[in-house]
Antibody, heavy 122, light 107 residues
Framework: QLQLQESGPGLVKPSETLSLTCTVSGGSISSSSYYWGWIRQPPGKGLEWIGSIYYSGSTYYNPSLKSRVTISVDTSKNQFSLKLSSVTAADTAVYYC??????????????WGRGTLVTVSS | AIRMTQSPSSLSASTGDRVTITCRASQGISSYLAWYQQKPGKAPKLLIYAASTLQSGVPSRFSGSGSGTDFTLTISCLQSEDFATYYCQQYYSYPLTFGQGTRLEIK
């Protein structure tokens, strides 16, 4: 059974770079059927899509964050990663990794990690 | 970006009730719409995709309808485990966007 697990620091200082990794277990990240992505949720608020990556390295980013976001993939480790630069308190959120389909009718997120809370504070 | 607006923002209901949540898109999105359920401290769970297709394992009391700009999620007979927050998501175009959520509470 395929599972996703986020990992990374729970506390990041303002102006620094937030770095998270999502490990895919029970299946291959190199599947031609899926994109792998990041979604965040500030405490008590709604969901915001950050971006998605294909195993080949092809990416899509939310324009609202594009200037600060880099998503990369390491197929040898079955992992993909998120880097968000120049963070502020507004970037404090639970960060989820999730899977979506590549087919046009399957761009919804059918599998999610448990999420990890990242707090931006000095 | 396509804006998704849910109504109501919160809703109180009793076990056994039938409830409907609405999601409106700022422009037409055909049937490229998904619904999620989120319980406190948990990740969202996919309920419905393509506006009306039930995800495997989701109880049949959940149903979705609509196309274009107006969509609904209906729970036909509320169970205790259904009290949660519900989100819609459009996947017609990038950036992928979510509604602000509807919190379903016990009356």
């Amino acid at each position: 059974q395929l599972q996703l697990q986020e990992s990374g620091p729970g506390l990041v200082k303002p102006s620094e770079t937030l770095s998270l990794t999502c490990t895919v277990s029970g299946g291959s990240i190199s599947s031609s059927s899926y994109y792998w992505g990041w979604i965040r949720q500030p405490p008590g608020k709604g969901l915001e899509w950050i971006g998605s990556i294909y195993y080949s390295g092809s990416t899509y980013y939310n324009p609202s964050l594009k200037s600060r976001v880099t998503i990369s993939v390491d197929t040898s480790k079955n992992q993909f990663s998120l880097k968000l630069s120049s963070v502020t308190a507004a970037d404090t959120a639970v960060y989820y990794c999730a899977r979506r389909g590549t087919d046009r009718w399957h761009w919804y997120f059918d599998l999610w990690g448990r999420g990890t809370l990242v707090t931006v504070s000095s | 970006a396509i804006r998704m607006t849910q109504s109501p923002s919160s809703l109180s209901a009793s076990t056994g009730d039938r409830v409907t949540i609405t999601c409106r898109a700022s422009q037409g999105i055909s049937s490229y719409l998904a619904w999620y359920q989120q319980k406190p401290g948990k990740a969202p769970k996919l309920l419905i995709y393509a506006a009306s297709t039930l995800q495997s394992g989701v109880p049949s009391r959940f149903s979705g309808s609509g196309s274009g700009t107006d969509f609904t999620l209906t729970i036909s007979c509320l169970q205790s485990e259904d009290f949660a927050t519900y989100y819609c998501q459009q996947y017609y175009s990038y950036p992928l966007t979510f509604g602000q959520g509807t919190r379903l509470e016990i009356k």
